[in-house]
């Protein structure tokens, strides 16, 4: 996992910020430098640089002009090639922060057209978009490639918006990072905006299964969506579609999916963690993981939470090792804080969730794991939620079909970005199993009566989950990250001693959370 940014300076007439790009650029990617510590490399024009310390970057020549920079900052996971990559003759050239799942297949197919100059996953994006097949890429990513005889950037997102990507579009310049923050300093930098302007600023966030196509001659630059299709009728190669009406045949190919899943996201590490709530997901996920590669077990939350209690239990019972943080109330206030400048929000739901866990990947990255597993995206697909019941009774079928679905396609907005943000904070990359593309399809064609009924919710995965699981986990009723692990009780109680009532918690962290972040935004940013 890493971090992607880059400017592109509109106007060939403007001096102040072609002869500033490489400063711009190269402060951007050290406020990202949480999310790649490993190494960095950065294209100018024709010209790329590759560096460990910024201090060697710094003591260069940055005031020459540019019109285009890109920037890369790696957390090394698979192979040892610094990014930006090239094709054989660097005319096209990608960055990327990712993992791209089926490189292996995709070089053995490549290879006899292509000569691969690395051994990272990375490379494969630019054969791949020579060959016209970057639709065949099955990964988790956010990538920028550069073509330059065609003088184009092409930005693109993985199917569901795993991997987070920004961009902003101004009347000077077009830019875009892994997050908000680093498009913050362009705003503030070269558009002298307070603090407020930038927090509200419309910084647009590109689609999942998305592509943005920037045209260098022209400075303008159109989207186009689905580029992978998504089936919603996978079952239809059994028996004419009759396989629907088999349950078992299902849960077979659910489980068989899970499973795929969870190898590919475990391939050629020597251990993982798993960001764990002692839930049926995420309990599920670690067993499967645990018969690949070593798993540890990482959950946290207030003295007396259910989630700290279900993980003892647990991990106890598999045999897993756990390690597991109770979270007091003065340092609640100090990962309140960094929970915020981290997904660059103040949104309750988002935060009282990222608390356990950002504080989980904290522990993750001090044990020295570089991945993450977590269980989300199993209510969407599943219908996890007690919301669905309601709407099942109320609204029919039909319409909790269609809600499940875009809840699928939505969920990078409200769970994927929030979460990579927290983990990416320690250097520590998250991946999710129940994402894979193939899974989702298997889910999203069930019957809808495999997964709900007015007594109950995951009905197949629960039933899946008791074959690996004890039982008292697979039918553990769900609780909610910011419940289980008392997390939204906290923010509460930070509010009230502050003298905010429950009622004005929204005003609570529009006062005084927003301000601090303002404060710890302004002492980075300036450190820059």
Known sequence: MCSICGIVVKDDEDSSIREMLREHLINVM????????????????????????????????????????????????????????????????????????????????????????????????????????????????????????ENKLLLARDTFGVKPLFYIDTERYFAFASERKGLWYLLRSIDNLSFKEIYNYPVASLDPNSQLIYNLDENRFHIVKNIQKIRMDYFNQYKNGDAVSDYELCKREVEKALWNGVIKRVRGLDKVGIIFSGGVDSTLVAKMASEYCKVTLYTSGLEGSEDLEYGERIAEDLGLKLRMKVIDREEYEEYLLKVAYAIDEIDLMKLSVGVPIYVASEMARRDGIKVVLSGQGAD??????????????????????????????????????????????????????????????????????????????????????????????????????????????????????????????????????LKKMEEVYREKSLCV
């Open 380 to 513: 969407e697909l599943f219908a996890g939620y007690k919301r669905y019941q309601r709407i099942l009774l109320t609204r029919g079928e039909e319409e909790l079909k269609k809600i499940l679905y875009r809840d699928v396609m939505n969920i990078h907005r409200v769970n994927l970005e929030r979460d990579d943000h927290c983990t990416m904070a320690n250097s520590v990359e998250l991946r999710v199993p129940f994402l894979d593309k193939s899974l989702v399809e298997v889910a999203l064609s069930l019957p809808l009566r495999y997964k709900i009924n007015e007594r109950e919710r995951k009905i197949i995965l629960r039933d899946i989950a008791r074959k690996y699981i004890p039982e008292y986990v697979a039918y553990r009723p769900k609780k909610a990250a910011q419940y289980g692990s008392g997390s939204e009780k906290m923010i509460y109680t930070l509010g009230r001693s502050y003298g905010y009532s429950k009622r004005r918690i929204d005003i609570f962290l529009r006062d005084v959370l």
């Open 30 to 149: 050290r406020i990202l430098k949480h999310r790649g510590p490993d190494s960095s490399g950065a294209m100018f024009d024709d010209e790329v640089i590759y560096f460990k310390d910024f201090k060697d970057v710094l003591n260069s020549n940055l005031r020459r002009s540019s019109r285009v920079g890109l920037g890369h900052n790696r957390l090394a996971i698979v192979g040892n090639a610094s990014q930006p990559i090239p094709n054989e003759d660097e005319s096209v050239w990608v960055i990327c922060n990712g993992e791209i799942y089926n490189y292996y297949e995709l070089m053995g197919d490549l290879e006899d057209r292509h000569n691969f100059s690395s051994d990272t996953d990375s490379e494969v994006i630019v054969h791949c978009y020579e060959e016209g097949i970057l639709q065949e890429l099955d990964g988790e990513y956010a990538y920028c490639i550069y073509d330059r005889e």
